[in-house]
């Protein structure tokens, strides 16, 4: 089973974690989303647990790229929704950063 092996500020944005599984970057979340999983470190993650944290990076990862493509011009949001999908962000996690 994966471990938590580091969960640290991220100097970067404040309000968020670094979060390190098996001694590997995994992502930068916010704390708000990381707290009600009550994650220890050194302690292996349960199946559901990883999956929320997965559910949690992709989210991020399309408000980031959805932050990006808004900074260089203003899209429709459908047309900023299939933009992501096409760059192979989950839908609902497209879905989610876009509300």
Known sequence: M???????????????????????????LPLAALEPLSLQLGAELAPAV??????????????????????????ARLDLQRRLVKKQHPPAAVDAALE
Do not use: K, M, N
Not at 58 to 73: F, H
């Open 50 to 75: 990883l999956d929320r944290l997965r559910e949690l990076a992709d989210v991020e990862a399309a408000e980031r790229a959805a932050l990006r493509a808004l900074a260089r011009r203003a899209h």
């Open 2 to 28: 994966p471990t938590l092996t580091a969960l640290a500020p991220d100097p970067r944005q404040p309000g968020y974690r670094l979060v390190e599984v098996d001694r590997g970057r995994f992502a930068s």
